[in-house]
C-alpha cells in the first residue's frame, strides 16, 4: 500500500468510482480493496461531501434559492439522524404528558378567579362576591 496506489484510491472514489470499478482498476479484488484501503476510502467520501457542502454553502450564501434549499434539507435530515431536538437538554419523553388546553370561556373564568387574588383591587371584587369564586 504506497502512498501514491493510496492517493489514487482516494481520487477514484472521490470521483464517484465504485468499490468494484475501483478494485479493477488498481488491480486487486473488491475485499482487498476493502480490507487495506477502508481508512483511504472513508476519508475520500468524506472529503468529496465536504467539499459538495462547501461549494452548496457558497452557492446558498450567493442567493442560489435552489441550494438553501438542498442545504436546509441537508442539515434537517443530519439533525434528525442525530436526534437533535433545537433545545440543549435531552429531549423530553414522547409520552410526557402535556397541560390541558384550556378553551376561551375557560380561559376567562380562570382569569376572573385569578384577579381576585390581586392585591391592588382583588380584595374589593372578592367582597363584593361574598367571599366567593366565580365558577
Known amino acids: 500500500m504506497t502512498p501514491a496506489l493510496v492517493r489514487k484510491v482516494k481520487e477514484l472514489i472521490g470521483c464517484g468510482l465504485n468499490e468494484d470499478d475501483t478494485a479493477r482498476a488498481v488491480g ?3 475485499e482487498t480493496l476493502r480490507k487495506h484501503f477502508a481508512e ?3 476519508v475520500a467520501r468524506a472529503e468529496k461531501r465536504a467539499e459538495a ?3 452548496l454553502w457558497k452557492s446558498a450564501r450567493g442567493g442560489n434559492v ?3 434549499k438542498k ?3 441537508m442539515t434537517g435530515r443530519a ?3 442525530e436526534g437533535f431536538t433545537g433545545a440543549r437538554t435531552p ?3 414522547p409520552d410526557a404528558a402535556k397541560p390541558r388546553k384550556l378553551g376561551k370561556k375557560e380561559e376567562a373564568k380562570e382569569q376572573a378567579n385569578t384577579i381576585l387574588h390581586d392585591d391592588d383591587w382583588g380584595a ?3 367582597a363584593s362576591l361574598g367571599g366567593r369564586t366565580l365558577n
Do not use: M, V, W
Request: proline share 4%.
Open 124 to 126: 374589593d371584587i372578592a
Open 40 to 42: 483511504p476510502i472513508r
Open 71 to 73: 442545504l436546509e434539507e
Open 53 to 55: 457542502i462547501g461549494l
Open 66 to 68: 435552489a441550494a438553501q
Open 28 to 30: 486487486c479484488s473488491t
Open 91 to 93: 429531549a423530553a419523553a
Open 79 to 81: 439533525l434528525a439522524e
